[in-house]
């Protein structure tokens, strides 16, 4: 009898171990399932967002040709990339043509500075309010993105979650937004 029970205490702890361990496989998975899920939901937000700036561009490009005929190469550069992003099919191409894009209107915007005319318009003044806010958003939305694939990242290289990663083959995201190049210089202004 003492014999009985002792493999009935030794059954019960081998189902209750591979029960906990069950359970801490199928949480981690979960888990990497609900992340993995976070960065695909982040990431079309940001595809909005910049599909909103994408959406403005023919406005501003159009508003602004009136005004400003020998901006003509900002003005092409501008509607390049823009159809350059419109054709981009990777995560990667959108992320370096947006980066373009946002430097190219940087760059319009301090050459519109010369046309008073220009700044005066009532049309011109809510396309560029509405671009400055969709700026903004997408500077928002790039954080978040950043951060869901941090989140994401981290439970694929952590123990016990590295293993399911393995398991269920989920890999390490390697598309963040960084600065674009030259952001850590000071923009150099001349008022001449």
């Not at 700026?135 to 790039?142: A, F, G, H, L």
């Amino acid at each position: 009898m003492a014999d009985g029970n002792w493999n009935l205490k030794w059954v019960l702890g081998l189902v209750g171990f591979v029960l906990v361990v069950f359970l801490i496989c199928m949480g981690s998975y979960n888990s990497l399932v609900s992340s993995n899920e976070a960065v695909e939901a982040q990431w079309s937000q940001v595809e909005n967002v910049m599909q909103r700036r994408f959406d403005l561009i023919p406005n501003l490009v159009a508003t602004v040709k009136g005004y400003a005929k020998h901006e003509r190469e900002t003005l092409e550069e501008v509607t390049r990339l823009r159809s350059q992003w419109g054709a981009a099919q990777s995560r990667d191409e959108k992320v370096r043509t947006s980066d373009q894009l946002e430097g190219t209107l940087n760059h319009l915007m301090v050459v519109l500075e010369n046309y008073p005319d220009l700044k005066a318009n009532e049309s011109f003044l809510k396309l560029q309010d509405e671009l400055a806010g969709t700026e903004n958003r997408i500077t928002v939305e790039r954080q978040r993105y950043n951060e869901a694939v941090q989140d994401y990242n981290v439970k694929v290289r952590s123990f016990p979650s590295n293993l399911m990663a393995s398991i269920g083959g989920f890999q390490r995201k390697d598309t963040y937004f960084k600065a674009a190049s030259g952001a850590d210089q000071a923009p150099k202004v001349d008022f001449n």
